[in-house]
């Protein structure tokens, strides 16, 4: 889908992950959701928020990705933005896993992983990188592990892109490790909404879109999945 602005792309993408949840709690009486983090998701949380009928007792949340190292109070906190941006916003959710970076790495991969590997993930909410990365996974990311989460070293570009994003002041704040959602358990999701806005993301969106499925450019991936809608807008999708 290509939309006119940003602002537009969030409330389409919102609207399906709306209906996605509540097509989910009407068939199986509960939905596995997961939600991702970025000024791509703004909208789309806001829309979700606003949206009186979904049934969040019946949701469960599992988070992409998050830094090694930072607290939840820090500004580039994935959990302090979903806390904040969403969590204190809706009625409580059957249950909330997030992603604790303070905590003992590879325990809370484990911890993460064995709690998501019960399920079966309904709709993911995610966006995409300007190095074309997917949650956390930089090129050349891991096509083929099957563990759930993994830790993740962010090289130079990802961490220039999140000091460039307002997130963090300088390059050597940006903690070298993130615990991820690897890329299979990403594409398990019955459906993947995917928004990707703006100028900055123009090349990797070519990347990503039309040429070849490659984990140099791991958002291409979704080029494979059956059911993945990706929003963009006129700036994002210059390139195609
Ligand atoms: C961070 C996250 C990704 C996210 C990306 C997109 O790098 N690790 O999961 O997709 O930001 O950012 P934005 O939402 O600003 O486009």
Known sequence: HI??????????????????IKKAIKSNGTA????ATGSSQFETLNYLIA??????????????????????????????????????????????????GENDALEECKRISNLIMKYSIDVALVGIGENGHLA???????????KPFLIVNLNNECKQQQV???????????????IS?????????????????????????EHCIKNQVSNLFPASIL???????????????SNL
């Not at 596995?32 to 939600?35: E, G, T, V």
């Not at 956390?136 to 099957?146: G, I, L, R, V």
């Not at 460039?164 to 940006?174: A, D, M, S, Y």
Request: aromatic share 10%; hydrophobic share 40%; with cysteine.
């Open 3 to 20: 939309l006119t602005n940003k602002n537009i792309l969030g409330v389409y993408a919102g609207e399906n992950a709306a209906e996605s």
């Open 32 to 35: 596995n959701i997961i939600l």
């Open 51 to 100: 949206d009186k009928e979904i049934e969040w007792s019946k949701v469960r949340m599992f988070h992409l990705d998050e830094y090694i190292g930072i607290n939840q109070y820090h500004k580039a906190s994935f959990r302090k933005y979903l806390i904040e941006r969403f969590l204190n916003k809706v009625s409580p959710l059957m249950e909330t896993i997030l992603i604790n």
């Open 136 to 146: 956390f996974n930089d090129p050349p990311a891991d096509f083929e592990t099957e």
């Open 164 to 178: 460039n994003e307002g997130w963090f002041n300088e390059l050597n704040e940006v903690p070298n490790q993130a």
């Open 181 to 205: 959602m690897s890329i299979k358990q990403i594409m398990k999701s019955k459906k993947i909404i995917c928004s990707v806005p703006d100028k900055r993301k123009a090349i990797a969106v």
């Open 223 to 237: 080029q494979l999945h059956p059911s993945c809608d990706i929003y963009l807008d006129y700036d994002s999708a």
